[in-house]
């Protein structure tokens, strides 16, 4: 028998090592130690560590393979040098570890140039080699080298090995931030230029990005340039003080988001466009009535020339879809509206709603006043062309036909991929003209998408409900589905259910205004030359009421008063 390969070694060892720690996991037995259970997480946390290692070696030998067509029409694969990365290397790691689209490529990204550092004098030197090397030895996790590696992104190879170098002795007693801090230091004192130029680009590339978080709610991340963060602060923190000293909110916190979509609502305006969707083997008539019931029951609402736009909160022209199917519950339910957030239907009040139909007038309607109509799969719920009305002959779909596409697919169609549908190519699934210009042969693909379907083994295919179907090269299979327009999610309000409680009391509202929990607790954590409050203690705390009103432009200005000089400073 031949020797064995380096893969196959590497899978031989993962085998032996789960099966060598499955009989671990089981209680049963004497009982160990605090001592003994620490020395065993330490040592799993090595066993982890190499793991993590091989994976990166796994992912970059992976990376830099190529599938080609050969002159007799079969694929081959050619291995290049140390550092390559093919184009459809991340689309593959994410089928293997069940990944986003996104993730898999920061990790085939983050693993070549940890693992293929100078592989093979192939001279893909980035410098990070001693990353990979603490990694392989138990001593760095994958988090903390990841933190390491990030630090050094644009750093060059000899400036990267001289930081790595100089901070690995703290690798076995500095956690992820503390790392972070002392690359920048270092960094600093090393290549000033470098530090100074990436604060310049990270000032350049500040931006504001948003995504479904807790049901109901959406989770906002900004990056903003010092000064204007410090002004926008300061607007937002003096309207949310005011909102808790009118009793508008009750947490401070609350009162600042509230303050912001406050402001950005106040300076913009704000147009919402519905359409009704119901199942494609409605009639007129079906349609009709949901329209005499009330404009509430079964709207649904898209921009008509682009129907996967934005939030019907976040600018002119924006929009958001409801299906037909279901009917909200009382004044308060939470109704799901699917469209105005590519992908990810939101939960909002069944009075948002109303007043957005009541509101919805001209291209949001037809002539007699009732809201437009589109059919949509009863079992998918996704948008169809029924009758093909909207296909060409023609290689280029038209509009109207794009807009329906995008509005179907909500984003790029390869599994996991968040990149909106409005930005992706339109892909003929079956190549033109074989394959026509249609709704059941269209997919929005984004541009790296749209070229890893045309590499050797991948395949794709859609079918009538609209659910893609992807073939990856080592034979694996994933699907996406479309956005469900029809078959939405309605949470009624009970009858007589008091409204959520506030948030705890327990925390006082100092002098100089309310703080929110993370303040709080900065400012009032325990210190050792601080004895705990005894068993049984009450502690007062005094609610002074403010002598005047402060006007908006001196209200930010408000100071803390210094600490006591036997206390820390809160930060």
């Known amino acids: 028998m031949g020797a064995s390969t380096a893969a196959q070694r590497v899978l031989e060892a993962g085998s032996a090592a789960v099966r060598a720690l499955g009989p671990a996991l089981s209680p049963c037995g004497p009982r160990s130690s605090r001592r003994e ?13 190499v793991v993590a290692a091989a994976q990166d070696v796994a992912i970059a030998a992976l990376a830099g393979i190529e599938e080609e067509w050969a002159e007799d029409g079969t694929r081959v694969e050619v291995h290049k040098a140390g550092g390559h990365v093919a184009l459809d290397a991340p689309a593959l790691v994410s089928g293997v570890l069940k990944a986003s689209a996104g993730h898999a490529e920061r990790r085939v990204h983050h693993a070549v140039r940890l693992a293929a550092d100078a592989a093979d004098g192939s001279g893909a030197v ?5 990353l990979h090397t603490a990694m392989a030895a138990g001593r760095l996790d994958a988090y903390r080298a990841t933190v390491v590696a990030e630090e050094l992104e644009e750093a060059p ?10 901070v690995a002795g703290w690798f076995d007693t500095d956690d992820g931030p503390a790392l972070r801090r002392r690359c920048r230091r270092v960094l600093g004192r090393v290549s000033p230029d470098l530090v100074r130029q990436r604060a310049r680009r990270a000032r350049s590339d500040s931006r504001l990005e948003r995504w479904a978080s807790e049901p109901g709610v959406d989770c906002w991340h900004g990056t903003f340039p010092s000064e204007e963060a410090a002004r926008a602060w300061a607007a937002i923190d003096a309207l949310a003080h005011r909102y808790v000293a009118d ?63 934005g939030s019907a909160a976040r600018g002119a022209g924006d929009s958001a879809t409801r299906g037909a199917g279901d009917v909200p519950g009382p004044v308060g339910a939470l109704v799901e509206v699917a469209g105005a957030r590519a992908g990810e239907p939101l939960l909002a009040e069944r009075g948002w709603l109303e007043q957005a139909v009541a509101a919805t007038t001209g291209p949001g309607r037809d002539r007699a006043g009732r809201a437009q109509v589109v059919a949509a799969h009863p079992r998918t719920g996704a948008l169809v062309d029924p009758d093909g009305d909207l296909s060409s002959t023609s290689y280029r779909p038209p509009a109207a036909l794009a807009a329906l596409v995008r509005a179907r697919d909500g984003r790029c169609r390869f599994p996991g991929c968040p990149v909106a549908a409005r930005f992706c190519d339109l892909d003929h699934v079956r190549p033109w003209p074989a394959g026509p210009t249609a709704a059941s042969n269209l997919a929005s693909l984004c541009r790296r ?15 009538t409900d609209a659910v893609a179907t992807w073939t990856d090269p080592t034979g694996r299979t994933r699907t996406t589905a479309p956005v469900d327009t029809l078959h939405t999610l309605v949470l009624p309000a009970r009858p007589g259910e008091p409204a959520p409680e506030p948030p705890p009391r327990g925390r006082p509202d100092l002098p100089h205004g309310p703080h929110s929990t993370l303040e709080f607790t900065l ?10 409050t005894p068993p049984g203690h009450i502690e007062h705390h005094h609610h002074p009421t403010p002598t005047r009103e402060l006007s908006p432009s001196h209200r930010h200005h408000r100071r803390r008063p210094p600490p006591a000089p036997d206390d820390d400073p809160p930060f």
Request: charged share 25%; glycine share 8%; with cysteine.
């Open 37 to 49: 259970w620490a020395d065993a997480l330490g040592e799993l946390q090595r066993v982890a560590d």
């Open 126 to 130: 980035t410098g990070l080699g001693g």
């Open 157 to 166: 190879a000899e400036v990267a090995a001289s930081v790595v170098a100089a």
């Open 247 to 309: 009793g508008v909110c009750a947490a401070i916190d609350r009162a600042r988001a509230k303050a912001l979509t406050d402001l950005v609502e106040g300076n913009a305006t704000i147009q919402t466009m519905l359409t009704l969707v119901v199942p494609h083997h409605a009639t007129d008539d079906t349609a009709t009535r949901h329209d005499a019931d009330g404009p509430a029951a079964g709207s649904a609402a898209r921009h008509p020339d682009d129907p996967a736009a």
């Open 449 to 463: 998408h749209h070229r890893v379907k045309q590499r050797p083994g991948w395949r794709l295919e859609l079918d």
């Open 523 to 532: 400012e009032h954590r325990q210190h050792p030359r601080h004895p705990p």
